[in-house]
């Protein structure tokens, strides 16, 4: 077996076997792999291209104690038994193909470990399929980007219970610490559950950008602020409860010039997607739980997506465009903050329904411990939603735990303020919108859904429950004869 082993600090015996493979060296496998090879682990790379692969090695690479494999047998001559094999390519049919040149290279016992953004009915069918070869399959949720990679990630683990006593070491010496000191990453359950994890996350990420989204455009068309002006208040509310990743970042965005202009007045406004959002909103219509506020999120980026429609609807239609009478600052904040709450109280029902379905034990006081430190959406708000479930492991909806319901009680006026300021004016708010919505229809005790029902029966004859007979008995009224 003929290895090539990096550089002058570290001296890799060519008769050395790795711990672990890193298969796709693009910026996520790439700073995995040296994040891994950093906390005591030799790592063989390797990427299908060599080019890719020969970069690789010339940089960091090249102090670490990391092998280089330019084709997987190869690679997988060069690991330690069991062997242990981290994926790290586009998601989708890229990992198929991978495992069908994997699989059979690999003997009972051996894992492979998918670490992208799979599609958790992938990692499902990828789980069975592994399984009946006696390979172990883990599908897990990596967070955190580039920089949480190379020093430190949110990891959701899922898959073969069996395979995780085998990196649970590896991956928690890789992961982001929390502010308590514990590392952010937990086994969340078997075969899709850490994939499905990753999902709502990135689904709920999707809430907190369009939510923050908002609060800018509220106040730079509302308020008629500068985004530098925008950016100092961001600044000043990632002092207070909204303090987050995302919130600190968008402070400095706003702060930004070229050629003496802000910068972001000369992005294009249209958002991309890679699916994680569709992912979590059509999941959510499979499971009968609603998830309104990343649906919104989700059809603010489709909208986002044709300017040129936009530009001509413009020229079209009036804009009632306006100033955003009686609304302050510190209410588009409120109006944030409470509409974050709702989002993330849809996010762990949608979960916990899931948990169900499946099988899956999920414990989401773990799930929001080992959000709060590496992933995009880390927060001082998952702290206080880690102890709204360690309070009460059984809690429902997170809406409903005593602190949240005051804080939606407390942010009431407010909330009601912006999203019928904005409807005045012109400005779209579709999260803040149907936040409020929801939170208006899961408190109501009677809802028109009565006259929907009724309608279903005169043409469909669908039945329905009456209000003064026990539920789960159904009758149908012959309404044309009256």
């Not at 109006?335 to 034990?361: C, H, P, T, V």
Request: include cysteine.
């Amino acid at each position: 077996m003929r290895l090539s082993v990096c550089g002058p600090i570290y001296a890799v015996d060519v008769d050395q076997h790795s711990d672990i493979a890193v298969v796709g060296l693009a910026v996520m496998g790439a700073n995995l792999a040296l994040n891994l090879a950093d906390s005591g682990n030799t790592v063989t790379a390797y990427n299908r291209t060599t080019s890719v692969t020969d970069e690789f090695m010339q940089g960091e690479a090249a102090t670490r104690p990391v092998i280089r494999a330019d084709g997987l047998e190869e690679m997988v001559d060069s690991l330690k038994k069991p062997r242990k094999v981290l994926l790290m390519v586009k998601a989708g049919d890229p990992v198929d193909y991978v495992i069908q040149d994997l699989a059979p290279l690999l003997e009972e016992g051996d894992v492979i470990i998918d670490g992208g953004n799979s599609l958790y009915t992938d990692t499902l069918r990828r789980y069975e399929e592994l399984k009946e070869r006696g390979i172990r399959y883990l599908g897990i949720g990596v967070s955190g980007g580039e920089e949480g990679a190379r020093y430190g990630p949110s990891i959701m683990p899922g898959g073969d219970p069996e395979a995780w006593p085998l990196l649970e070491d590896m991956l928690k010496g890789i992961a982001a610490v929390a502010p308590d000191g514990a590392p952010c990453c937990e086994w969340i359950g078997r075969d899709g559950a850490g994939h499905y994890v990753k999902m709502v996350h990135n689904g709920i990420e999707y809430g907190d950008m369009q939510v923050i989204a908002e609060a800018y455009d509220l106040m730079r068309r509302g308020l008629d602020m500068s985004p530098s002006e925008i950016g100092d208040v961001f600044a000043r509310w990632n002092e207070g409860r909204l303090k987050s990743f995302l919130v600190e970042i968008t402070a400095e965005i706003l702060k930004v010039t070229e050629d003496g202009e802000p910068l972001i007045n000369k992005i294009l406004d249209a958002a991309g997607q890679k699916g994680t959002g569709k992912w979590t909103v059509i999941s959510s219509m499979d499971l009968g739980q609603p998830t309104s506020l990343v649906a919104e999120a989700v059809y603010a980026r489709i909208v986002s997506s044709d300017p040129d429609r936009r530009k001509r609807a413009s020229g079209v239609f009036d804009s009632p465009v306006g100033s955003l009478n009686g609304v302050t600052v510190d209410d588009i904040e409120t109006a944030l903050y409470a509409s974050k709450i709702i989002s993330y109280a849809q996010g762990f029902r949608l979960m916990q329904s899931a948990s169900d379905e499946n099988g899956w034990d999920l414990d989401m006081g773990s799930i929001a411990s080992i959000w709060r430190a590496g992933c995009i959406i880390r927060a001082v708000f998952l702290e206080d939603i880690t102890s709204a479930y360690e309070g009460s492991p059984g809690l429902p909806d997170l809406a409903e735990a005593p602190f949240f319901a005051e804080a939606l009680q407390q942010s009431e006026e407010s909330w009601r303020k912006v999203v019928s300021a904005a409807a005045l004016s012109g400005i779209p708010a579709p999260a803040y919108a149907t936040a409020l919505a929801y939170f208006d229809g899961m408190r109501s005790e009677r809802l028109p859904a009565d006259l929907i029902q009724a309608q279903r029966d005169y043409f469909g004859s669908h039945t329905f429950e009456r209000v003064d007979r026990p539920r789960g008995e159904f009758f149908h009224h012959e309404w044309g004869e009256e």
